[in-house]
């Protein structure tokens, strides 16, 4: 395992891949909760299997993956089988996540994971990192990317902890909101701070 280890995160059309890529491009290890939450779920898994046994095969589209649509309608305003499938899924989630980061071989590596803060996962991080943008540029960003209505991106902002929380909680900050050239200089000045951090413990 990468002995230090960065948690990244940021609200929705905040610009984390972005962010991740850079990294990446770097040559550092990046593990994301978003593309592990996937993992957990494909056909065979446990928590597929779990799901089906609970919610029976409905929820399956016709090649037999999860229908997540599906899904989310049913527990949307169910907070009891909301419950459930979080207990089935987060230690799931959190169980991978620690495996895969065990395995990560760059100087540090990264944890991205949009629910960073919301379900405790800086407590594996050494540092935490928020990429950060204004709400209304996280609506329009998410909106044009997903063709979804602004109504729709606004609910999934409210779901989310709130921007001054995450500041508040977060080591770092990188305003990613003007020119890419200035991110990238603060991203590589935050690298050779991490390596330094990392060769230091």
């Known amino acids: 395992m990468s002995s230090w280890i960065l948690g990244l995160t940021g609200g929705i059309g905040a610009g984390k891949t972005a962010a991740t890529r850079y990294f990446e491009s ?7 909760a978003d593309i592990v939450a996937r993992e957990v779920v494909m056909p065979g898994s446990v928590g597929l299997n779990s799901i089906i046994a ?16 599906k899904l989310r309608s049913i527990i949307f305003d169910n907070e009891a089988q909301k419950d459930w499938l979080n207990a ?34 800086q407590r594996f991080c050494h540092k935490t990192l928020l990429i950060d943008v204004p709400v209304e540029v996280q609506i329009a960003r998410t909106s044009e990317r997903d063709k979804v209505p602004q109504e729709q991106v606004k609910n999934i902002i409210a779901a989310q902890m709130s921007r001054e929380d995450k500041c508040q909680k977060a080591d770092h900050i990188i305003n990613n909101d003007r020119p890419l050239i200035e991110v990238q200089s603060d991203l590589d000045k935050l690298h050779q701070n991490f390596l330094n951090a990392a060769k230091a413990t």
């Open 54 to 69: 609970h919610f029976g095969d409905e929820v399956l589209t016709t090649e037999g993956t999860l229908n997540r649509a």
């Open 88 to 121: 089935l899924l987060h230690p799931l989630i959190r169980e991978q996540l620690i495996t895969q980061l065990e395995q990560a071989t760059s100087p540090y590596a990264i944890l991205c994971a949009p629910l960073l803060f919301e379900n405790g996962l």
């Open 26 to 32: 770097m040559g550092i290890d990046v593990v994301d």
